[in-house]
C-alpha cells in the first residue's frame, strides 16, 4: 500500500492492514529543524522561485518518512515575477521590482521565540457588547475566495508537490474549529468573559467564523486536499453544557461540509477530554486526535481506542517529550508497538501520530526512526 492508501483505509470503515506514521504541525518542526531537513540555503523558505520551493519541501519528505504532507496556498504568479532574492555581506533581502521595497530576511528561528522574549497574546482593546459589533469586526467571509486564489496562480506550487513528491503521500490541510477561533479575536480571557455574560455575542461570532472556516475548506479542496485537520483548543475548560451550545453545532456542519467536499475530517481535541467524550463522539468527525497526557491529566490510547469503539478513526498520542525527544530506542518501540496494538483493536482504524508537535529538540534522524519503526512492526 502506498501511504495515501495507508491513511485512506485509516479513514475508511474498513481500517488499514498497516498503519501509517504522521506528525501534526509539520511547519512548525520544518521551522525548528530546517538546517537538518535540507541541504538548500535557508531562504528557499521565503523564494518565490517554485523550484527552489518544491525542492526544500522534497527534502523534508524524504528525510522524515512519513505519510502524509500540508498543503495551502502559495505566493501568487505576479508576485513570483516581481519579486527577487537577493543575498548580501549585509545578509539577504527579497525585493520588490514593482516598488523598489526591500526586506531583509531573517533565519528561520527555533521555537518561534522573540528576541524580546515576551509572550505573543491576543488581547483586545475591548470585547463587542451587541450583534453590530460583532458584525462589524468580524467582516462576511468571500465564497469567491477559492476561485480566486487559483486564478492568482497560488495553488501551482500545491500541484507541483502532488505532482513530485506527494503523488503517493496523502495531502492535508489545516482549518479551526469556530468557537476556538475565538480566542483570535477576544483571546482566552475575552473568550471565557463573552462566554458568561454574551451567550449571543459568542454565537453571532461562531456563525460568523463558521463562514470563514467554510470557505477554507473549499480553499484546502482546491489545494488537492484530502484531508482536514481541524484545530481545537483550550476548550476543555468550559462546561460539557456549554461545548454542545456553542461549539457542537458548528463543529458538525463543518465535518458535514467536509464530507460533501470528498474530504475526510480529523478533529484534534487539544486538553484533558474526559468531561467531554459524550460531545467528542458527536462531531461527525472521521478521526479523532488528542493530546498527551502531561498536564495533570492522563489519557491512555487503548482507553480512547475503548472509549470510541471504532466509530471512527483514531490518532495516536505518543509522547513528543517524554518518549520521542527524551526515550531510549527501547523506549520509542515499546511504546510504538503498544499504540499500535492498541489501534489494531478499533478495528484498524488508526494513525500512528504524536500527542502535540515534534519539539525544537528532537533530531530528524529520531522522527526518521518513529516512522520507520511504525512502518516495519505488523500486528
Known sequence: MTPREKV??????????????????E????????????????????????????????????????????????MSAEDREALSMEERPEGVFCVDRRTGEERRLEEPRVS???????????QPPSLPATLEEVDAAIAPADPALPQRILQEGRGELASRCLQDFGADLFPISHVSSPLWTCYDHWGFEGMMLLLMDSPEVVLRACERNLEHQLVGVQIAREMGAQGIWIEEC???????????TF?????????????????????????????????????GADALALEEGKKGFEIPIDQVVERVGGRMCVLGNLDSIGV?????????????RRQLAAGRTNDGRF?????????????????????????????
Request: proline share 8%.
Open 8 to 25: 485512506l483505509a485509516a479513514l475508511s470503515p474498513e481500517g488499514a492492514a498497516h498503519f501509517a506514521a504522521v506528525i501534526p504541525y
Open 27 to 74: 511547519g512548525i518542526y520544518f521551522r525548528d529543524r530546517w538546517f537538518e531537513l535540507s541541504p538548500r540555503p535557508w531562504w528557499h523558505l521565503h523564494s518565490p522561485d517554485i523550484e527552489q520551493q518544491l525542492g526544500w519541501r522534497r527534502d523534508a519528505a524524504q528525510a522524515l518518512g512519513q505519510d502524509w504532507f500540508a498543503v495551502g496556498p502559495s
Open 112 to 122: 518561534g521565540i522573540p528576541d524580546s522574549g515576551e509572550s505573543l497574546s491576543v
Open 234 to 244: 483550550m476548550l476543555d475548560m468550559i462546561r460539557p453544557d456549554d461545548y454542545r
Open 247 to 283: 461549539n457542537l453545532p458548528f463543529l458538525r456542519r463543518m465535518t458535514e461540509a467536509i464530507r460533501e467536499a470528498g474530504m475526510f475530517s480529523i478533529h484534534y481535541f487539544c486538553g484533558n477530554p474526559g468531561r467531554h467524550w459524550d460531545c467528542l463522539l458527536d462531531t
Open 324 to 336: 520521542l525527544q527524551d526515550g531510549t530506542d527501547e523506549d520509542l518501540e515499546r511504546e510504538v
Open 351 to 379: 494513525i500512528m501520530s504524536l500527542g502535540s508537535p515534534v519539539t525544537p529538540g528532537t533530531p530528524v534522524s529520531r522522527v526518521r526512526r518513529y516512522c520507520d519503526l511504525v512502518h516495519s512492526i505488523r500486528l
